[in-house]
Structures are given as structure tokens and as C-alpha cells.
């Protein structure tokens, strides 16, 4: 299927057992508000609490997958401890809590590094976000300069063909080659306790994109944040509707748990 216009339904009522399902999300943009410098983006208390209840619900099957490092993301959502995709899949932690990374040489990092801050230095308002595997080129507060800006991401993919670029909005990130939300996205599902389940994905961002086609190729719920032409199936129209989701889907895992013993 076609990336499709901005008429997309609501996310469907979801009917069967909590622990049929698999719930990955992506973090900025999705479960947390979008702003300037990453590093004053929050996630709610009660946002983290829903969260924590519906992986009680799951039996663990929930997971973040974001552009963001692993450490990053614990620091956001502590003191939670979810299954995690970093860096787009380049660094992944699983559900038995192994971490697996990508490499990225010393010999392409080092000149990466100052490649971009070369170029970087001459678009005031640009920042270089570092993040051990992959590099955010930022310019949310420097638009002018997006042409530029790109012209020396493509540059730096062209003279380093191990990497690969992820445009998002107001962000091109430079990362390896093979490292995607989806591929991220599919590993969690062969294995417990992802595997076997129907998997609904949460995402805003042109990143999420390749969440969203491994998401329908595997018959789950893939749901687009914001406007725009999305591969997803569903739309939240903004970060406070994804709470309110969240919000009813805990209860609503309650509601079918009365009777039985809940676990929320």
C-alpha cells in the first residue's frame, strides 16, 4: 500500500486479550512533546505510568523505538526498564535485557565527527548531536539553512558508504547502513515476549515510516501522530490524543481483566 492522505481513521477498538498484542512507540513527537533542544523533552509522570501498566497487561510486550540512544531513553522513562530500539535499530535492547549494537569504526567516526563540525560551524543555529553510533544533524532553529545542511549530510554519506541517511523533521541523521525502525521493529518480534502477537506501532516522523510497512506487512496496527501522508493505517491527530489512547487502552485492559484477576 501507497503512503495514503490525511484521511485516515481512529485507531480501531482493540478486542482481543492484552496479551495478544505487541505495542511498540516512538518516543519524541509520539509520547512526548517535540522541543528546540532535545535534552528539555519530558515524557509525563501518568504518561509513564500508563506505560508501565499496560506492559504489566502485555506480559512485557512493550517497547520503545526511537532515534534516540538507550541511555537517553532509560533517563527519560525512568524508572521504568522497557524493551528498547535506539539510534533507529542500531543499538537494541531485548526482552531478556541483552543489548546488541552496530559498530561504527573508529576510523569513520573520528573524520565524520569533524567533517560535520567543519561544515556545521558556518550555520549558526545548526546543532550536532553526537550519539556514539549515528550523528543528528538539527536546524529547527536555523530553517535557512536546510538546503546547506543536507547538501553536507549527502556529502558525508557519498565519502562514507557504510552510512545511510534518515531524514525526520527539522533532522537529517547519518547512521549505519541497515539500521531502520522497521528491521528494529521485526527483530522484536521473533522473540519473546513480542513473538506470535499482533504488533501495534506509534509513530510521528518520517523515521517511523519503515515501523509502520514492516507493522502492516505483518497484519498489526500501525498508527501515524500529526498530519501528513503516512504508510499507517490509523492517526492520533497529537501527542495529548496519544495519551488520552494510551489512557483508555489501560482501562480498557482492566475492564477485560475484571473477573479473571487483573494485573493492572
Known amino acids: 500500500m501507497g503512503a495514503t492522505e490525511n484521511q485516515l481513521p481512529l485507531p ?6 492484552s496479551e495478544q498484542y505487541a505495542f511498540f512507540f516512538d518516543v519524541d513527537g509520539t509520547l512526548a512533546e517535540i522541543c528546540p533542544e532535545p535534552d528539555s523533552v519530558t515524557i509525563p509522570a501518568s504518561v509513564l505510568g500508563n506505560l508501565q501498566a499496560l506492559s504489566s497487561a ?3 510486550a512493550v517497547a520503545l523505538v526511537s532515534g534516540r540512544p538507550i541511555e537517553q531513553l ?3 522513562t525512568a ?3 522497557l524493551p528498547l530500539a535506539g539510534i533507529h535499530g542500531a543499538e ?3 526482552g531478556a535485557d541483552n543489548i546488541h549494537r552496530a559498530s561504527l ?3 569513520i567516526a573520528v573524520p565524520l565527527q569533524q567533517m560535520l563540525e567543519q561544515g556545521m560551524a558556518t550555520m549558526p543555529g545548526t546543532l550536532l548531536e553526537a550519539k556514539g553510533l549515528a550523528f543528528a544533524l538539527h536546524y529547527r532553529q536555523a530553517m535557512p539553512y536546510e538546503p546547506q545542511l543536507l547538501a553536507l549530510a549527502q556529502a558525508a554519506v557519498e565519502k562514507f558508504p557504510q552510512l545511510a541517511l534518515q531524514p525526520g523533521k527539522c533532522v537529517v541523521e547519518i ?6 525502525k522497521g528491521a528494529a521493529i521485526a527483530t522484536f518480534m521473533r522473540h519473546a515476549p513480542f513473538a506470535g502477537r499482533i504488533p501495534v506501532f506509534v509513530g510521528d516522523d518520517l523515521t517511523d515510516e519503515q515501523g509502520f510497512l514492516t507493522v502492516n506487512a505483518l497484519h498489526g496496527i500501525s498508527v501515524k501522530v500529526g498530519d501528513g501522508t503516512s504508510h499507517a493505517r490509523y492517526r492520533l491527530k497529537q501527542v495529548a490524543e496519544v495519551y488520552d489512547w494510551l489512557e483508555q487502552l489501560v482501562l480498557q485492559f482492566k475492564q477485560d481483566h475484571i473477573g479473571k484477576g487483573s494485573r493492572l
Request: with cysteine; charged share 40%.
Open 105 to 107: 569504526a573508529p576510523e
Open 92 to 94: 537494541l535492547r531485548d
Open 79 to 81: 524508572p521504568l526498564r
Open 12 to 17: 480501531p477498538r482493540l478486542t482481543a486479550d
Open 175 to 180: 547512521k549505519p547502513q541497515g539500521t531502520d
Open 58 to 60: 502485555c506480559r512485557g
Open 74 to 76: 532509560d533517563r527519560l
